[in-house]
């Protein structure tokens, strides 16, 4: 199995001695016979300038000693070397690029960042095009840097385009970064992810408290958060690294054959023909939404008319707060037969005694049911007031059960406290469609999940994970109910996070968008959200989750895999 290691150290600014800290530790690396060693970023010199000059000053030549040493280390150790540095282009332009050394020492390949976060906005300029991946002996490896591993865009590129290892060079002081981001890039796509972080200050030593007072941030929290980590297809850490400590994490990995069986399955379902709106600008979120509104999932017990019975029952002893209540798919029958008439019949009786429910209590109720359509029986996501169906949302994907996808539109409905979309069953595994409805300005993600969903045996799915990154990526809520709790869950956002900002209601405690997450639990889970925090996305000064996003990679994702191949 190959060997593979993620490096984790400090650097400062001093570049010399910085080069002397990679060489130790790809030196360390290899000595623990490693296959593939991934270098965190700017390990070249750390990102804090005075001017644009001492950027300049500062950054590599691409055929300069620092990555003449770095090939010469690959070439002696007969290995593959990513490292990220601050590269030199046509004066003035500086990148941010991660370079693929080879085991003969020749550069492979390379990719500079394509969203720049915060200051970096200052010094760097961001990729023109979408590079980072070279195929090997060990597989087809892709790599990204830092802020482009917090959306979705660039690691699916290159999943798409039969990456079957990915590898991230981190400057990170966010604990949600390894324990959120990282993780859900590998889940999402099924790959093999090495991510590198560094640890030590991430500012120049000396200017720690200065920094620490301009940006309310810790002194102890300006630090790298280590955490390098090399995880498995299914979202969890093959091995991790420490907070704080200067080590290499190593891991072996399947063989190439067995993680492109894994990737390969999950792009199955893409539909890139519904995707165009990827391609276009984002749309503000509507800023009078609620501050707050109370949300609850119900999982009753029983099959057939007697979950019926207990639904409608749990319903009308909810608090009166309650403004939405969430059902799993198909909630009657844990197992939809295919017996489809029949099903249907059931589904429209529940239906019907959902929407006089709703008429007493004054809430809406989203699930899903089977019924008619043009073109045949199919998934249809809806959300019922005492009106009747306040809004239907066909299955986009084709759908475990065996029903063909629906129509290509996604719907949206604005409710007194919100803009919502339903996500129906198994489009909710897909993130194409949650950055779509985030671009049109959705506050609230609603999910009726399926059995099928989350998965089984050694395909089971880690669905907090993945609804979470959905959550975050996109700052939009996100309610999902599943039956048995397999991944149901309440997600809500700080309502501050964006950095170099004073805060009023928290303290930097290490997260900067870490959704707030209530896993369901037995029959009734209650939460609140907070729809009016999704309206801010500006991560940074000259950074929104958005419209910063990774617009090289977008083009990609209209493409189907074989496109993209």
Not at 68 to 75: F, N, S
Not at 76 to 97: K, Q
Not at 407 to 434: K, M, T
Request: aromatic fraction near 4%; glycine fraction near 8%.
């Amino acid at each position: 199995m190959p060997k593979v290691a993620a490096l984790q150290f400090a650097t400062g600014t001093d570049i010399a001695e910085n080069l002397n800290t990679c060489l130790r530790m790809i030196d360390r690396a290899a000595a623990g016979g490693a296959h593939l060693m991934v270098l965190p970023e700017f390990c070249n010199h750390i990102s804090w300038y005075l001017d644009r000059q001492q950027a300049w000053e500062c950054a590599v030549d691409l055929e300069g000693n620092f990555l003449a040493a770095i090939a010469e280390r690959a070439r002696r150790y007969r290995s593959h070397i990513l490292i990220n540095v601050s590269l030199r282009r046509e004066a003035p332009t500086i990148t941010v690029t991660s370079l693929l050394y080879g085991p003969d020492g020749s550069l492979l390949g390379d990719a500079d960042k394509q969203s720049l976060m915060g200051h970096e906005n200052d010094f760097f300029v961001p990729a023109t095009r979408a590079g980072g991946l070279v195929e090997t002996e060990l597989g087809k490896i892709g790599f990204i840097a830092c802020r482009d591993g917090i959306s979705f865009e660039p690691s699916r590129r290159l999943a798409l385009a039969g990456a079957d290892i990915l590898c991230n060079s981190l400057n990170s002081f966010a604990f949600d970064e390894a324990s959120l981001h990282v993780r859900a890039r590998a889940a999402e796509s099924r790959l093999i992810m090495v991510a590198a972080n560094k640890v030590g200050p991430l500012v120049p030593a000396a200017e720690l408290p200065q920094v620490s007072a301009m940006t309310a941030i810790p002194e102890a929290l300006l630090y790298g958060a280590g955490e390098s980590q090399v995880v498995g297809p299914d979202g969890r850490p093959l091995a991790a690294g420490r907070r704080g400590q200067e080590e290499v994490v190593f891991a072996n990995i399947p063989e190439r054959g067995e993680r492109l069986q894994l990737s390969l399955g999950a792009l199955a379902r893409r539909r890139p023909s519904i995707y165009q709106r990827l391609a276009m600008d984002a749309e503000d979120p509507a800023p009078h939404a609620a501050e707050r509104v109370d949300v609850a999932l119900i999982d009753p017990q029983g099959e057939g008319r007697a979950a019926v019975e207990r639904a409608l029952e749990l319903l009308r002893a909810l608090p009166e707060n309650v403004e939405l209540a969430l059902l799993p798919a198909i909630f009657p029958l844990r197992d939809a037969a295919k017996d489809w008439p029949h099903t249907a019949a059931l589904c429209r009786e529940a239906e019907a005694q959902l929407v006089e429910v709703c008429r007493d209590k004054g809430i809406q109720v989203c699930t899903s049911v089977i019924d008619r359509g043009e073109s045949g029986w199919q998934h249809l996501g809806v959300l019922l007031d005492g009106s009747g169906r306040r809004m239907a949302q066909p299955q986009l994907h084709r759908c475990p059960l065996g029903l063909p996808p629906g129509g290509g539109a996604l719907q949206l409905a604005d409710l007194p406290w919100g803009r919502v979309a339903i996500l129906v069953g198994d489009d909710s595994l897909h993130p194409e469609l949650a950055r779509m409805v985030a671009l049109d300005g959705v506050h609230c993600l609603l999910m009726p999940l399926g059995a099928e969903t989350a998965g089984s045996g050694g395909k089971q799915r880690d669905l907090p994970l993945l609804f979470s990154a959905r959550a975050a990526e996109n700052r939009v809520c996100v309610a999902a109910a599943a039956h048995a709790a397999e991944g149901g869950m309440l997600a809500t956002l700080e309502r501050e996070f964006t950095l170099m900002q004073p805060w009023q209601e928290r303290r930097f405690d290490g997260n900067i968008n870490n959704p707030l997450v209530t896993l369901q639990c037995g029959e009734v889970t209650i939460a609140t959200l907070h729809p009016r925090a999704a309206a801010n996305k500006m991560i940074s000064a000259n950074t929104h989750l958005l419209r910063s996003r990774a617009h090289t990679s977008t083009q990609r994702l209209l493409m189907t895999a074989e496109e993209v191949a």
